[in-house]
């Protein structure tokens, strides 16, 4: 079998390894609201992996879901008033 690599090498850095802009930071916390909700989401339904749902369990999967809706609702609606004082 025959080897194959790069004859040459690299010229510019790889853009992993480049920190993330000023631009993307301000868009993370942006969404971070929304991050939380969702792992809090994601942290309610691990934990009932493994067990029956109770109705204190529903409730908290209830809860968790309206949170994200409230989050992601917030998310558009600030997005929609970004754009229109940009327009």
Sequence with gaps: MKHIGALQSVVTADWIDREPTAAELDAIELEMP????EVELLDVRISLLDRPVSELDARRIRRARRRVLAARRAL???????SEVGA
């Design 34 to 37: 929304l991050i939380a909700s």
């Design 76 to 82: 558009i609606n600030q997005a929609a008033e970004l």
